[in-house]
């Protein structure tokens, strides 16, 4: 089994451990610039490639994982019993945290709602479980006449666009908290790839165009946190590297998917975004 098999379903298991991938190679792709992963040759930026072509990091060079008929039931059954335990550790850690969080989550919509006009949250639809879409809820951060529904204009350090509540509650990421909302009604999990604008842009194109099976990012529900947020990846997409390195990491996560992978997950994510405060 490989990754660039569009066939494969990651939510039945049988995904060896990755290794990581790092590089990137040209491979033969006709009028576009397509490549490919290789252990030993370096990743190049966007400047790296002549103006007009496109790029594309495939998902591959893992190699391929045979398992007899007994081994492949155990794993399948060992995976079912992790995503029962996720989903209700979704739904008990969703509630507790609404419950626990609500004094913090009534005082700042207080405050969004009288310190500037607009609604107290913002709505925006984004890519979940299949492709299918949902709608995300956040709280507002951004005066509501520059909000930006298609998300194609991402945020950047220092955006005018944020008021100054704003800044406070994306500092502390504390305006991706009514994503609880979201897990308790089956959109999201508290941990997986985070869900993605249709359409998002990754060093200037599509994302499906710059890495050959994004899609499959998708074979998860989306995460208020993820493996590659736990890891520093987050920010504009606007870099190559940076760009296929979170889908990358959402693959491996994918692949190598246990309970204790979310704990783990969740506590470098308090620690990282919530104690450090790494959002702007």
């Known amino acids: 089994m490989r990754l660039t098999d569009p ?3 990651f939510s039945e298991g049988g995904a060896e451990s990755s290794f990581g991938l790092y590089d990137l190679t040209p491979t033969d792709g006709g009028s576009s610039s397509r490549y490919t992963h ?5 990743m190049m930026s966007t400047s790296s490639f002549p103006a007009g072509q496109s790029l594309a990091a495939t998902l591959s060079g893992y190699g391929d994982a045979a398992l007899d008929d007994g081994a492949s039931e155990a794993a399948g059954n060992w995976r079912a019993l992790h995503f029962a335990a996720k989903r209700a550790v979704d739904i008990v850690g969703a509630a507790l945290g609404l419950v626990l969080l609500s ?5 700042v919509a207080a405050i969004i709602r009288f310190t500037s006009t607009g609604p107290v ?17 956040k709280f ?12 194609v204009a ?6 005018p666009r944020i008021t100054p509540i704003g800044r ?3 500092k502390t990421n504390i305006d991706e908290l009514p994503q609880l909302i979201n897990v308790l009604r089956g959109d999201m999990s508290l941990v997986g790839p985070r869900p993605h604008v249709p359409g998002m842009l990754a060093a200037g194109v599509p994302y499906e165009d710059l890495v050959v099976g994004y899609e499959r990012r998708h074979a998860m529900r989306p995460g208020i946190t993820g493996l590659a947020q736990a ?12 760009a296929v390195m979170r889908v990358v990491r959402d693959i491996e996560y994918i692949r190598d998917f246990s309970i204790w992978l979310d704990i783990r997950i969740l506590y470098q994510t308090f620690v990282r975004e919530i104690v450090r405060g790494n959002g702007f």
Do not use: W
């Open 140 to 151: 507002r951060s951004m005066y509501s006449d520059r909000c930006d529904l298609s998300g």
């Open 103 to 107: 004094p913090l989550l009534i005082a």
């Open 121 to 137: 949250f913002f709505r925006q639809e984004r890519t979940g479980l299949d492709n299918k879409p949902f709608e995300i809820l």
């Open 168 to 170: 406070i509650i994306r």
């Open 154 to 159: 991402q945020t950047t350090a220092c955006d």
């Open 7 to 9: 066939n494969h379903d």
């Open 38 to 42: 290789a252990f030993s040759v370096r």
């Open 231 to 242: 890891n520093g990846l987050r920010g504009p997409t606007t870099e190559v590297e940076p």
